[in-house]
């Protein structure tokens, strides 16, 4: 009999990526439920669409490039970025908006790169971006919170929707489409309001960002903050982003705060808190060492306040994300830990 | 209350440790055969002074230190030199290396005492490091290093002196069993070793999941009122890597490439310091040691094995299968080996024996086959105790970019395995990172083989250059001068002669001290084996050529 010559260590954690990948997905599903109370059906519609295109996208590309299917099709990563970009697109947009997003963000974002691990870009924001600089209008049309509710409207009237692009009641989603929190904003701060008339004369706006999107956040909170508890993700990230909005948001506001809305606003409004617990903490693409997180979430922070503030577009969290994506390895670079034994303050 | 500090990293790990430490300790059964390979330590190998055919008695010397950083090999019991030859060793390669392997002959007869001082206040600290080396004490905990190297202080003040009980590995039991049964000749070990280095303060630090050990040591130092402190640290993998056992009680790092001595520190291991006890008090040298036999065996427990005995014997003793084996580690489940085969023997640094059978009847959770892509996910940094990015060490062994690895402190990783546990990739980082420190070797000396060619090449040059020129010069001189030709041999004659002289001379010098103090009988048979290995095979006897080889080299 032969005996194995494995090198060592001879036992393992049993840690898989399966794993890692399933935690955030069960920390992402509260959000869901909640985003489907106050918006209706479409993303859970979207997400299960965007979980099919990805899992077939990822087979056919394993294919092509000769891996074996059933560690990959079963790593969970594929479903989590179908899922994160699902989460991105409008509820109402048509299905082939889901379905190209997805297809690009595999093919293009993950595997023309090398795939699982080798992807200096986030494939979820990769495909987002290419959907909105593609289809401004469809990636836009977002909807007051309820609106389903008050007309009526099922799953099966939102099946029509999505893949029949068959509105009832003669509706069209121009009519039932509205900005989001973050778009009226910025149209409003165009037309020289200030930010307490915006919000009060806004049936959009909540107690401190947008009704309903404030409650999607802090479920996306609790969700983040589990998967810190975890050890799935670690706070760096998360805590640099936050703060950085919370810094540079809270300096603005008491300078004027007519012009610029409260810091957390910007926290809670928009995409920042999925991006700070959600997408900016993929590992692949995100920083590796502790003190380059630090930097790589500030950069962050940065770049979203920015063109929120003084950009073209409304919300910045897939260009902000994409940006220091390609800033990961240099960070990495130059915030190698001090290791045992060296001289302190050398590196 | 000691005052402790962390190490970064670390992973808890599940203990395994009650099984082993069931049962006594009992000595293992004497196999028929002993198998001692020339190297067990780190340093040049032993130099066997005892031939094929030689009878030996336990505790004989049968191949002395190869240098200072070396250590002697002992019989760990009586029989006949059957081999000296390349035989399988416990070490990852599988290869085979020298081995004197002895037939033992059950009746375990002890050589005489050879010294009569074993009251080590009497003795100089000198006295007490030359003991240690003779006895081939070298450090138990698993390196092997020589141990009265690393009992010199050599110039050091050496404020510290940390006797290493922590035993941090899963599975291994034998240095908690040892403090359990001997607990005051560790002790006394401990003080010898501390006599040796002049050390200020002494330590015994034990992790804090072996009570009844910690209890046994305690009590032993309050019965003799050693002035030592006793420290239990929190059970984290490796707290008992030197290192960050310094750390954990110290706060204090090992500067890089550099050793403890250098911040005033010496560490040895608990099973070393109960060899020095049984050198320095009853002239034992290190035969046996304590071995915990655990994993997929009926009865996991610790044997006191004589060196060369086989790990098969050891798990056939504790109730295993030998043909059910799927894996056999030597060592600890973190860092251990595993053997190619269940025949090599147990050495001095072997302090445990892992086996998996392909019952499963044992869970060593292994990685899987089939690795992942590395996701960066950092689990494996955070873990790392030396506080590398074990990630990036990844990248450049597998890109083989071994200059990038360098610049990412591959050296100062300790091989402790803690990234490789963690890691959901399950890659095998460890085996990376051995692979890429023994390329950087091979390259290493391939250059320093190519800068020898180049320079004996540039030597050759000069020689040819002078040799022409000499060549003119004696030209010259024969056609002017005298022949002296018959005056030179005369010379080459006396200086023969004279060669002879010191060689026998030599041969007389060198005769084996360790006869010394034979009995007539005794003498009779070495006398007896000296002839027939004459007789038989004058060229290839080793001790021999060591004669030939100790001629021109006066001592
Ligand atoms: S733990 Fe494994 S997968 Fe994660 S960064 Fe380290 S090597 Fe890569
Ligand atoms: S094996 Fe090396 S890199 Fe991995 S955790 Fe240990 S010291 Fe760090």
């Known amino acids: 009999m032969t005996l194995q010559t494995p090198p060592p260590p001879h036992i393992h954690s049993g840690l898989r990526i399966s794993h890692i990948m399933l935690q955030v997905i069960a920390a992402l599903i509260p959000a869901i439920i909640c985003y489907t109370w106050f918006f209706g059906w479409g993303l859970i519609i979207n997400t299960l669409l965007a979980v099919l295109v990805a899992l077939a996208s990822e087979a056919l590309m394993l294919k092509l490039r000769q891996r074996p299917l059933r560690p990959f099709l079963g790593d969970g990563s594929a479903v989590l970025t179908a899922m994160l970009l699902a989460f991105c697109i409008p509820p109402l947009a048509p299905w082939w908006i889901t379905v190209l997003g997805v297809a690009f963000a595999l093919i293009v974002g993950k595997h023309l790169y090398g795939g699982l691990g080798y992807n200096p870009f986030n494939p979820a924001m990769v495909g987002y971006v290419m959907l909105l600089i593609s289809f401004p209008l469809e990636m836009t049309s977002w909807m007051p919170p309820f609106i389903l509710e008050q007309l009526e409207i099922g799953f099966v009237d939102t099946l029509g929707m999505i893949f029949l692009n068959h509105f009832p009641y003669g509706l069209s989603i121009d009519a039932l489409s509205s900005a989001t929190p973050l778009d009226a904003m910025k149209t409003d701060l165009g037309l020289n309001k200030t930010v307490s008339e915006i919000m009060e004369s806004n049936a959009l706006f909540g107690d401190f960002a947008g009704t309903g999107w404030e409650w999607v956040g802090n479920w996306l909170l609790l969700g983040g903050v589990y998967l810190i508890y975890k050890r799935v993700i670690s706070w760096h990230i998360p805590l640099a982003i936050i703060g950085t909005l919370f810094v540079i948001g809270s300096f603005f506001f008491l300078m004027d705060p007519d012009t610029y809305p409260s810091p957390l606003f910007h926290i809670f409004g928009g995409a920042t808190i999925l991006a700070a617990f959600f997408i900016a903490t993929d590992p692949v693409s995100a920083s590796t060492t502790p003190r380059g997180r630090i930097v790589y979430g500030i950069g962050i922070g940065i770049i979203i306040y920015v063109i929120r503030a003084w950009g073209g577009y409304p919300d910045a969290v897939a260009f902000a994300v994409l940006l220091m994506n390609m800033a990961a390895p240099t960070i990495d670079y130059y915030t190698q830990p001090r290791v045992y034994g060296h001289a302190r303050g050398k590196d | ?555």
Not at chain 2, 408 to 433: A, H, K, R, T, W
Not at chain 2, 516 to 532: G, H, I, K, M, S
């Open chain 2, 1 to 555: 209350m000691h005052r402790l500090f962390q190490f970064k990293g670390g992973v808890v790990l599940k203990e395994h440790k009650k099984d082993s430490t069931a049962l006594p300790v009992q000595p293992a059964k004497l196999p028929p055969t002993l198998t001692l390979p020339l190297k067990q330590h780190i340093g040049v190998a032993a130099e066997p002074v005892v031939a094929v055919g030689d009878e030996v008695l336990k505790g004989q010397l049968i191949a002395r230190a190869g240098d200072t950083l070396s250590a002697p090999l002992h019989a760990p019991s009586s029989g006949a030199v059957i081999a000296i030859a390349d035989q399988p060793i416990p070490h990852p390669s599988g290869l085979s290396a020298p081995c004197i392997v002895i037939e033992t002959d059950g009746e375990e007869r002890w050589r005489p005492r050879q010294r009569s001082v074993f009251n080590f206040a009497e003795l100089s600290a000198q006295e007490l490091r030359e003991i240690i080396r003779d006895a081939g004490i070298v450090g138990l905990g698993g390196a092997g290093f020589p141990a009265a190297v690393k009992l010199d202080p050599r110039g050091h003040e050496v404020e510290l002196l940390i006797l290493n009980g922590a035993e941090c590995e899963p599975y291994i039991t034998c240095d908690e069993m040892l403090l359990r049964e001997h607990a005051l000749e560790v002790l006394a070990g401990l003080l010898m070793m501390r006599h040796a280095l002049n050390a200020q303060r002494c330590i015994i630090a034990v992790e804090n999941n072996k009570p009844k050990a910690f209890r046994a040591l305690h009590e032993e130092i309050q019965n003799t009122g050693a002035n030592v402190e006793l420290v239990e640290v929190p059970t984290i993998y490796p707290t008992g890597s030197e290192k960050q056992l310094i750390q954990v009680l110290t706060g204090k790092e090992v500067p890089t490439g550099g050793l403890p001595i250098d911040i005033g520190m010496v560490c040895h291991n608990v099973g070393t310091a109960y060899a020095v006890y049984r050198a320095v008090e009853f002239d034992e040298p290190l035969i046996s040691r304590y071995v915990t036999v655990a994993g997929s065996v009926a009865h996991a427990r610790n044997l006191k094995v004589l060196f060369g005995t086989p790990l098969g014997n050891l798990i056939e003793e504790c109730g295993g299968n030998r043909r059910t084996l799927r894996r056999v580690i030597v060592g600890g489940p973190m860092m251990g080996t595993a053997m190619h085969s269940d025949t090599v023997p147990v050495v001095k640094t072997t302090n445990c024996v892992l086996v998996e059978s392909v019952m499963h009847d044992v869970p060593l959770p292994s990685r899987d086959e089939y690795a992942m892509p590395c996701i960066r996910c950092g689990n494996c940094a955070h873990a790392c105790p030396v506080n590398l990015l074990p990630q990036q060490l990844y990248w450049y062994a597998r890109a083989r970019d071994f200059d990038k690895i360098q610049d990412y402190n591959l050296f100062d990783c300790i091989e402790c395995g803690c990234c490789d546990y963690v890691c959901p990739s399950q890659i095998p980082l460890v085996g990376y990172y051995r692979y890429a420190k023994s390329e950087i070797w091979n390259q290493d000396a391939e250059k320093r083989q190519a800068d020898l060619a180049r320079e004996r090449h540039q030597f050759r040059e000069f020689r040819l250059e002078r040799e022409k020129k000499e060549r003119a010069e004696r030209h010259k001189k024969k056609r002017s001068a005298v022949s002296k030709a018959g005056g030179d041999d005369k010379k080459a004659a006396i200086e023969a002669a004279m060669a002879r002289v010191r060689a026998k001379k030599a041969e007389q010098d060198s005769a084996p001290k360790n006869t010394d103090n034979l009995t007539p009988a005794q003498q009779r048979q070495v006398d007896e084996a000296d002839r027939r290995r004459r007789e038989e095979n004058p060229a290839t006897s080793p001790r021999d050529n060591k004669a030939e080889n100790t001629q021109d080299r006066p001592q």
